[in-house]
């Protein structure tokens, strides 16, 4: 699967939060300010995370044809990979 510059800013961003986060521990920030930046990098990743599985989903759909592989099967493998990412 190719992934669209649009998944790899999103990376970039939660990569740039845990940054955050390392920095305001550094900087013994209030514990409810980082889990609040936590509970925030959590929610983008689940976001991020929702979002490949999606887009993996309608690839697999759009191909199916060519590799002759059942939509029951693509829709499984799809479930699959959400639910391993919780």
Do not use: H, W
């Not at 300010?33 to 887009?55: G, N, P, W, Y």
């Amino acid at each position: 699967m190719e992934y669209s510059p649009e998944v790899k800013n999103r990376m970039k961003r939660l990569e740039g939060q845990v940054r955050g986060v390392l920095r305001m521990m550094d900087e013994e920030k209030d514990c409810k300010e980082i889990i609040t930046q936590m509970s925030a990098i959590r929610s983008a990743l689940d976001r991020a995370t929702a979002f490949v599985v999606a887009k993996n989903l309608e690839t697999c759909i759009r191909n199916e044809a060519q590799t002759g592989q059942e939509k029951e099967d693509v829709i499984e493998e799809a479930i699959q990979l959400l639910v391993k990412s919780r």
